[in-house]
């Protein structure tokens, strides 16, 4: 082996190893510099917002907040008649068939079911067996119920409507906001030309939270809605069926 060969293997020692200047990063450090940053970034957003799109923000903030209230109290009351109708249906089908109940349903107030029993026996009571059909008496009877039913259904169906409104607005909302946030970026560019991302930034940034300040607001409001027409829906079956359950009894009744 010649004198080249051990110095060819040796590695130069002139040339500087780049990766000796690279310092470790501190992830946690970072992350949390950028959670920090992040926040306070958002809120200064907000607080440098054009008036128009705190507007926008307050408008969609006030929907959202009336949305979870009527979530809130819509829920509770539907709960609140389930527990009643199911105690109401429970105690009248241990009555005797033919048996008056009034007084059961006043007992049961609030009870969907109830007040469709309470208006098919005060319909009966206004037709006199002897000089009406029975047939005739009983389908007066079916009506009066489902008429009371619906009515009954149709007060627990008060607000809903909101939330069918604010899920189908409030997007649109958000999205006037991303608009007006995007026209503020453009506006900042022809006035200051150029279009760094320190001009375009802040504008885009404002637009983005009006779109998820808007989707923020219309998802639950959707939700809720769709939930609600559900339980309604039940009401409404439940005090159908039931309707045809008096009848029926009744029926059986007098024909014995």
Not at 88 to 106: I, N, V
Not at 162 to 175: C, I, Q
Not at 212 to 225: E, F, K, T
């Amino acid at each position: 082996m010649g004198r080249g060969g051990p110095r060819a293997l040796r590695p130069r020692t002139g040339r500087r190893d780049f990766t000796r200047k690279v310092k470790p990063m501190d992830h946690g450090h970072i992350l949390l510099q950028i959670g920090v940053g992040g926040r306070s970034s958002i809120l200064t957003l907000i607080a440098d917002a054009s008036p128009f799109s705190k507007f926008i923000l307050l408008v969609l903030l006030a929907q959202s907040v009336y949305t979870w209230a009527v979530l809130w109290n819509r829920l509770r009351l539907y709960e609140r008649v389930r527990l009643r109708d199911a105690g109401f249906l429970t105690a009248w089908r241990k009555l005797p068939e033919g048996a008056d109940s009034r007084l059961l349903a006043d007992q049961h107030a609030g009870s969907v079911l109830a007040r469709a029993a309470l208006a098919g026996q005060r319909t009966l009571e206004q037709l006199p067996a002897d000089k009406v059909p029975r047939e005739a008496r009983m389908e007066l009877a079916h009506r009066a119920m489902d008429r009371a039913a619906a009515d009954e259904v149709s007060m627990l169906e008060k607000h809903i409507g909101f939330l069918a409104t604010t899920g189908s607005v409030a997007p649109f909302v958000g999205l006037l906001g991303t608009v007006w946030g995007v026209m503020v970026a453009f506006v900042d560019i022809g006035a200051q030309g150029s279009a760094t991302l320190v001009v375009v930034a802040p504008g885009i940034a404002e637009a983005l939270i009006a779109t998820v300040a808007g989707l923020a607001a219309a998802i639950p409001a959707v939700i809720g809605y769709n939930h609600c027409l559900g339980r309604l829906r039940d009401f409404s079956d439940r005090g159908a069926q039931f309707s045809s359950e008096f009848v029926d009894r009744r029926l059986g009744a007098e024909l014995r």
